[in-house]
C-alpha cells in the first residue's frame, strides 16, 4: 500500500491484510466438450439428484409416503416429486423468431412473457401432471423441483394442497475473524474508450490502491482482501437490426473493441498490482454464453496475465472460500432470465428464490442455454454459501436470510458500474454491506 499521511504530516505505513483462499468452482470447469448430446439426460440427472432431498422433506411435513405419478388415485390425498414445467403462450420460439421471413405478425417486445393462460405441470421420469390450486404460476418457473401434496381430479388435474421446496442446503459454520476483512463486488463495467464509467473505475483502481482518501479511507482500502469482477467487462458494439441477424455465409466477428480490451487490460493490471482480482465472464464479454461460462482466455488480457499472478480469470457461476467464509455468485443471467418468464419483480426475491429452490439456474436449459451434461447437474446447490451474489442488476439490494436448521445468508444484487458508478462491500467479519459511489459530477 502507498503510504499516507496523518494530519501532523507523519507518515503511516499500510500492510493490505492477507486471507487464505480456497477456489470451489471445479464443478463449473468443462473438461469433456461435447455438443453432441441431447438435454434429456440433464433433466434426469437433476431429478435424480434432487428426489431423495425433497422425498425426505415431505415425508417429514406431510407424514406421508412419496409415491410415482403412475400411481395416483381419483380424489385420494397424495405426496409426489418432480420437476416443474410452465407451458407459457407468449415464450419466444425459433418460429416466432423467423416470423419476419414469412410475412407473419411479428411479436412485440415485453418485459416478461407471463400471461393469464400460463399453466404448469409436474413431470417425473415417466409422465407429465397439470397442477392447480394453491400453487402460484407466475411465483414458479420450468425446472423448478418441488414436492407437492394434493388429489388428482376428475378432469385430471392434481389439486394442489401444499407444496414443498428442496430448502436451503447445510452449511458449514462461518468462522470467526479476529479482524475486518472486506470483500468487494463490482460488475457490469461496460469498458469503452468513450464510456462514461471509464473515469469512475479509474477512481475504484486508485482508490483500492491507496492513492486516494483520507487516512480513514486508506486505512479500510487496505483490508480488501479480494476484489470479484461480477461480468460485463466491455461494452458491445452498438448492432443494427440487419447486422445483428444471423448470417451463415460471413465470418464471426468480436462484439467488443480491440482497443477497449487494451484499456481494461492496462486499467486491471493496476489494480491486480496492489489487490487480488478475480474476472468473471458475463453474457456480453467475448467468450462462449453457455453455462457454465469459461474464464475468459488469458489473450484478453496480455499485460495483466504476463505481470500480474494476482488476477485471475474465472467462471461464471463462480465459488470461493475466503478464511473459512463460503461465496457464490454469478454475472446475473440466471435473474435476468427468470425475471422474463415469471412476476417476480425484485431482483433480490429471485435471489432468496433459487436458494430457496437449492438450484441457481432453475430455466437452464429450457430458456438459458447451457452445456449438455450428460450425468449431473452443476447448478444444484450442495452447500450453502454464506454470501451469495448477483451481478449486472439494476440497482443495489442486500439483506440476510435465515433457512429452516439456521443457516444465514447474506444476499447481495450488485448493481452495473456502468449505470450506477456503484461498488459493494462486505465486510468478511460480521457480513456487513454497503455500497461505495463512484459518481463523478462533471
Known amino acids: 500500500m502507498p503510504m499516507a499521511c496523518d494530519e501532523k504530516l507523519t507518515e503511516i505505513n499500510l500492510t493490505r491484510s492477507q486471507s487464505s483462499y480456497i477456489d470451489r468452482s471445479d464443478k463449473f470447469i468443462l473438461n469433456d466438450r461435447s455438443f453432441g448430446r441431447q438435454f434429456a439426460s440433464f433433466y434426469c440427472a437433476r431429478y435424480k439428484s434432487m428426489y431423495p432431498i425433497l422425498k425426505a422433506r415431505a415425508e417429514a411435513k406431510w407424514g406421508k409416503k412419496v409415491i410415482p405419478l403412475s400411481e395416483l388415485v381419483e380424489n385420494e390425498r397424495s405426496v409426489i416429486v418432480g420437476t416443474l414445467f410452465k407451458a407459457m403462450e407468449l415464450q419466444p420460439t425459433i418460429l416466432k423468431e423467423l416470423s419476419d ?263 437452464a436449459p429450457d430458456t438459458l442455454a447451457t452445456y449438455p451434461f450428460p450425468d449431473a447437474d452443476p447448478f444444484i446447490m450442495e452447500q450453502c454459501p454464506h454470501i451469495y451474489f448477483a451481478g449486472n442488476q439494476p440497482n443495489y439490494a442486500a439483506k440476510i436470510v435465515q433457512g429452516d436448521q439456521g443457516q444465514e445468508v447474506l444476499l447481495v444484487t450488485v448493481p452495473k458500474f456502468c449505470k450506477a458508478f456503484s461498488t459493494v462491500w462486505i465486510n468478511l467479519q460480521s457480513l456487513e454491506c454497503q455500497p461505495v459511489v463512484f459518481d463523478v459530477d462533471l
Open 101 to 363: 421471413e414469412h410475412s407473419l405478425a411479428a411479436q412485440p417486445q415485453r418485459s416478461h412473457f407471463t400471461s393469464s393462460s400460463d399453466t404448469l405441470f409436474l413431470e417425473d421420469n415417466k409422465q407429465r401432471l397439470p397442477l392447480t390450486g394453491a400453487i402460484d404460476v407466475h411465483k414458479h418457473v420450468t425446472g423448478v423441483p418441488v414436492a407437492v401434496f394434493g388429489k388428482v381430479r376428475e378432469d385430471g388435474r392434481f389439486e394442489v394442497d401444499d407444496l414443498c421446496y428442496a430448502g436451503f442446503p447445510k452449511q458449514m459454520r462461518r468462522p470467526v475473524l479476529s479482524q475486518d476483512k472486506y470483500l468487494v463486488l463490482i460488475s457490469g463495467l461496460g469498458l469503452a474508450e468513450d464510456a462514461a464509467s471509464l473515469l469512475p473505475f479509474q477512481l475504484f483502481v486508485d482508490y483500492v490502491s491507496g492513492f486516494l482518501g483520507c487516512d480513514g479511507d486508506q486505512q479500510k482500502t487496505s483490508k480488501v482482501v479480494r476484489v470479484v469482477v461480477a461480468g460485463n467487462v466491455l461494452k458491445l458494439k452498438d448492432c443494427t437490426s440487419e447486422s445483428s441477424k444471423t448470417k451463415f455465409s460471413t465470418r464471426k466477428e468480436s462484439t467488443c473493441d480491440a482497443s477497449a480490451a487494451r484499456l481494461l487490460d492496462n486499467l486491471l493490471t493496476q489494480l491486480a498490482s496492489f489487490v487480488k482480482v478475480d474476472v468473471m465472464s458475463g453474457d456480453a464479454d467475448p467468450c462462449s454464453s453457455l453455462l457454465p461460462q469459461q474464464p475468459l482466455h488469458p489473450c484478453l488480457l496480455p499485460r495483466t496475465a504476463q505481470t500480474c499472478s494476482t488476477l485471475q480469470c474465472v467462471t461464471n457461476p463462480y465459488m470461493f472460500d475466503l478464511d473459512g467464509v463460503r461465496v457464490l455468485g454469478t454475472s446475473g443471467q440466471n435473474l435476468s432470465d427468470i425475471g422474463l418468464y415469471a412476476r417476480i419483480d425484485e431482483p433480490l426475491e429471485v435471489l432468496a428464490r433459487t436458494l430457496e429452490w437449492r438450484h441457481l439456474m432453475p430455466t
